[in-house]
């Protein structure tokens, strides 16, 4: 079993209904949850599983928000990718639930229920986070040791790289939100993205010397480390330009050597591991992941949702990939059965050379995960599974035997929110915005590939190296790891005609959207609950 972060929960725990303030769930009181070190120690634990958890009975039963009616469909992570990949070209999704067709449509309203639910559980994490630094500083136990003592102070640190963590989400996808750092029941007023911005810039490098070392043993696993401070400030500088109107490429090239430069991270050898059952073990490039386990962590959203719901019938009848699998009805992905839910459009799977051509889906780069039996290329049905590839880069098998990994319905698959790979190509993207990568930057750029291609046939010159090649090598690269929506926005090519896609607008050839859907709009709720909230324009 993973040494996991995800401490058993306490009963004192905060729900959120439709607004950014939380309440304690119970009678028990702060002093008595919070007396001794593994008060404190749960409580951390909430806060990050806040990010994949749906609510307070392991998948379902007791959900952190009401907003939802099916508790799973809730959970951060599931939200976050669907607003992410559903509303991009990687990804597009055969069920008809209220609202999620308009997300590939891109006809979403102020009233879309998966967006609410996105925006709500982002501002829940903020809240957990923001009353655990409240709680670690007012409730200190007593007789706790040296080592008990500093470990708080590791968790305070942890929950301010959490809330910052969200706040970026917040700041991508809404942009125009209220910044909370302390739980009130005060109406919040709505800052400005620069606002934001500067406070997430500011707690980055406020809590770097605070965090973990990367080096530090003995820790639990999917506990955030100095390195993600570094990987997040080089996506926040990635996008500042998008947030702020100023570009800050040359900060983005400083935060990622930064990290490149500790010398604490490789490539993984094989780039499937990296999406496996046992990927808790590809620490040299998985910067930081959102820890799963199908049996002591579940949830129906996850990497459950990404696993399972991008699996359809037929897809188990046969080896494919060369995944061994267990038994006659476990094959392949490790689980029991799929979803008939998501799966991509030809536009990724023509970023592979070949792919779309060979018999088997397969191309010779390596990373084109894909699977065509009984499955067509062009999508005439969007409500048919079977119409489009399926990408089954997310699987449940353990790399190292072969075998199913913990977990029957729910897999132990953990989501990576930064690898080196993204660094490497942030770095590349803003020295080319500035003036043009370097020989060193190159080298990054050759890895991806040769690994990818298993030799140096793939290999790039500094020539080939475009903003609209970098595009699609970091499709190829990151692609369904919920960065999608986020790299389209930056290039321009997210709404407007510059790039179509199948079913983009809502049709079959994709057609023009309108720029004012870059960013989602605030839920119609939060305007009415709370005067001092304006719309984002367009809605």
Known sequence: ??????????????????????????????????????????????????????????????????????????????????????????????????????????????????????????????????????????????????????????????????????????????????????????????????????????????????????????????????????????????????????????????????????????????????????????????????????????????????VRGGIGEGMQDDEKNGVPYLNESVRDYGVPNGWNGWRTTRALVDKFPGASTSTDASSVDGRAIFFNDGQLLEIADVADFTHGYAAPKFNNIEASTGQRALGVDHVSTDFPVFRLAEVYLNLAEAQLRLSGIDGTTLGYLNALRTRAYEDNSGNVSISDVTLEWLLDERSRELYLEGLRRTDLVRFESFTGSTYLWPWKGGTNEGKSTPDYLDVFPIPSTELISNPNMVQNTGY
């Open 1 to 306: 079993m993973k040494k996991l972060i995800l401490f058993t929960l306490f009963s004192f725990i905060l729900m959120a209904c439709g607004e950014l303030d939380i309440q304690p769930r119970n009678g028990l009181t702060e002093n008595v949850a919070f007396e001794n070190f593994e008060g404190i120690q749960s409580y951390i634990g909430k806060v990050y599983s806040s990010l994949t958890h749906s609510g307070q009975e392991g998948p379902a039963g007791d959900p952190d928000l009401s907003i939802i009616p099916d508790e799973g469909f809730s959970s951060y992570l599931r939200v976050f990718w669907k607003a992410q990949e559903l509303t991009t070209d990687e990804a597009i999704i055969a069920w008809d639930d209220n609202g999620i067709r308009d997300l590939h449509d891109h006809n979403w309203s102020a009233s879309n229920p998966f967006l609410n639910a996105l925006y709500y559980r982002i501002f829940y994490t903020i809240s957990l986070a923001n009353d655990f630094l409240r709680v670690a500083d007012e409730y200190v136990p007593s007789g706790l040791t040296d080592e008990e003592e500093q470990d708080i102070e590791f968790f305070k640190a942890e929950a301010r790289f959490i809330r910052a963590y969200a706040y970026f989400h917040a700041l991508d996808l809404f942009r125009n939100i209220p910044l909370l750092t302390v739980i009130s029941s005060d109406l919040p007023m709505q800052s400005s993205p620069q606002g934001v911005f500067d406070f997430i810039e500011s707690e980055l490098n406020e809590i770097e010397s605070l965090l973990l070392p990367i080096s530090a043993a003995n820790t639990e696993y999917g506990r955030v480390n100095q390195g993600a401070v570094h990987a997040l400030l080089s996506r926040l500088y990635l996008n500042a330009e998008v947030y702020t109107g100023t570009a800050r490429f040359a900060d983005c090239i400083t935060a990622s050597r930064n990290l490149i430069n500790l010398n604490q991270y490789s490539l993984a050898n094989s780039y499937p591991t990296l999406f496996m059952g046992d990927n808790h073990t590809q620490t040299d490039e998985i910067i930081w992941a959102i820890a799963h386990d199908g049996e002591v962590s579940q949830s129906w959203g996850g990497t459950t949702m990404i």
